[in-house]
C-alpha cells in the first residue's frame, strides 16, 4: 500500500486545514487508517484513527472537538478536517494504514505515508 498525504501549509491560529491522504495499491475499506504527527524535537503521537467498519473514529484528547477523521472508500482516501488551529499543533502529519489493530498506536502500523508539514502561526 503507498499512502500520499496532501494538504499541509501555513495557517494562521484558530484556522483551519484539511489533509488528504490518497491510498494506492490495495483499497482502504479493508484497513484501519489513522493520522499521527510529529513536532520538532518530538516523538510521534496518535492523532486520529478511522476503523474499516463502520467507520467508527477515536481521537488524541489534544484534537477532540477540533479534528474530525473521515474516509472515502470510493475513492481510496481519508481525511483530516482541522479547526481551530494553535501553535502546538505545528508538525509533521503522517498518514498510516494497519491491517490488523486499530490504528492508534505507533507500533502498531504497517504502511506510513510520507509527511505533510503542517505549520501554525501564533
Known amino acids: 500500500v503507498q499512502l500520499q498525504a496532501s494538504g499541509g501549509g501555513l495557517v494562521r491560529t484558530g484556522g483551519s486545514r484539511r489533509l488528504s491522504c490518497a491510498a494506492s495499491?490495495?483499497?482502504?475499506?479493508?484497513?484501519?487508517m489513522g493520522w499521527f504527527r510529529q513536532a520538532p524535537g518530538k516523538e510521534r503521537e496518535f492523532v486520529a484513527a478511522?476503523?474499516?467498519?463502520?467507520?467508527?473514529?477515536s481521537y488524541a484528547d489534544s484534537v477532540k472537538g477540533r479534528f474530525t477523521m473521515s474516509r472515502d472508500d470510493a475513492k481510496n482516501t481519508v481525511y483530516l478536517q482541522m479547526n481551530s488551529l494553535n501553535p502546538d499543533d505545528t508538525a509533521v502529519y503522517y498518514c498510516?494504514?494497519?491491517?490488523?489493530?486499530?490504528?492508534?498506536?505507533?507500533?502498531?502500523?504497517?504502511?506510513w505515508g510520507k509527511g505533510t508539514l503542517v505549520t501554525v502561526s501564533s
Open positions: 495499491g490495495h483499497t482502504i475499506s479493508d484497513y484501519a
Open positions: 498510516a494504514a494497519d491491517t490488523t489493530g486499530w490504528a492508534d498506536v505507533v507500533y502498531g502500523i504497517d504502511y
Open positions: 478511522i476503523r474499516w467498519s463502520g467507520g467508527s473514529t
